[in-house]
Nanobody
Framework: QVQLVESGGGLVQAGGSLRLSCVAS????????MGWFRQAPGKEREFMSA????????FYADSVKGRFTISRDNVRNTVYLQMDSLEPDDTAAYYC?????????????????WGQGTLVTVSS
């Protein structure tokens, strides 16, 4: 059974930082591209970032490019999202996700597995 378990969310002031973690189990981690999406209340789930299986390639939504950094540890089966210069508009539930296929990272339904999410709240 595949499990993705996120942690690291919380309340932070604008301009602050948070580091999200996602531990994967039940899958061969190195064979999966890993990603992060977020979903704000009343909005659709939105692609944030993805990292290739080896970690050599990373991808970001324009809205977070330069502020967020994705990384992975293939020994610990963990993917991270370092979030800096946080803004109130970053407030959302953040979801870790995994996929074994190539394709458009922006499409949520193309990803295979999802975590339960961790809530990030940025106060102004």
């Amino acid at each position: 059974q595949v499990q993705l378990v996120e942690s690291g969310g919380g309340l932070v002031q604008a301009g602050g930082s948070l580091r999200l973690s996602c531990v994967a189990s039940g899958l061969t981690f190195i064979t999966y591209t890993m990603g992060w999406f977020r979903q704000a209340p009343g909005k659709e789930r939105e692609f944030m970032s993805a990292i290739s299986k080896s970690g050599s390639s990373t991808f970001y939504a324009d809205s977070v490019k330069g502020r967020f950094t994705i990384s992975r540890d293939n020994v610990r089966n963990t993917v991270y999202l370092q979030m800096d210069s946080l803004e109130p508009d970053d407030t959302a539930a953040y979801y870790c996700t995994a996929r074994s296929s190539h394709g458009n990272y922006y499409i949520a339904r193309a990803w295979d597995y999802w975590g339960q999410g961790t809530l990030v709240t940025v106060s102004s």
